[in-house]
């Protein structure tokens, strides 16, 4: 396994956080457009709806810096890829009552905030640049 990815536990944690991303671009999808929610008589926040998006556009990016900066071109491909496949599998066997709402946007803002502190904590010394 060294031959094709020398870093594992990197490989591991981007493994963990771009599934994360997946997972909650799909809960967030629900969200959007924001009269849809409002339609289907949910209660929706637009503000909450914005900083969830906000929030995933930084996770996002700091997820593929952190795989940039620690793993090969080749292995970042390859499990981005399979998130983005196997993703919507896991979160299709949520009950409904998980997939939107404003409850859902509170509790995926602090998932999304405790993920960056933990990619933080994971990789400081390769995204101490972006800071």
Not at 42 to 52: D, H, I, V
């Amino acid at each position: 396994m060294a031959a094709i990815e020398p870093n594992i536990a990197a490989l591991i944690w981007f493994a963990l956080f771009s599934t994360l991303c997946c997972i909650g671009f799909l809960v967030l999808s629900g969200s959007f457009p924001l009269k849809v929610a409002r339609e289907r008589g949910q209660a929706s926040s637009a503000a909450l709806a914005l900083f969830n998006g906000a929030l995933m556009l930084v996770f996002v990016g700091l997820t593929l810096a952190f795989g940039l900066a620690e793993l090969r071109i080749t292995s970042v491909i390859v499990v981005a890829g399979l998130a983005f496949l196997l993703a919507p599998a896991s979160f299709e066997i949520w009950p409904e009552r998980w997939k939107d709402g404003r409850t859902v946007l509170a509790i995926m803002a602090l998932a999304q905030l405790g993920a960056i502190t933990a990619l933080y904590g994971v990789g400081g010394g390769s995204l101490a640049p972006l800071v």
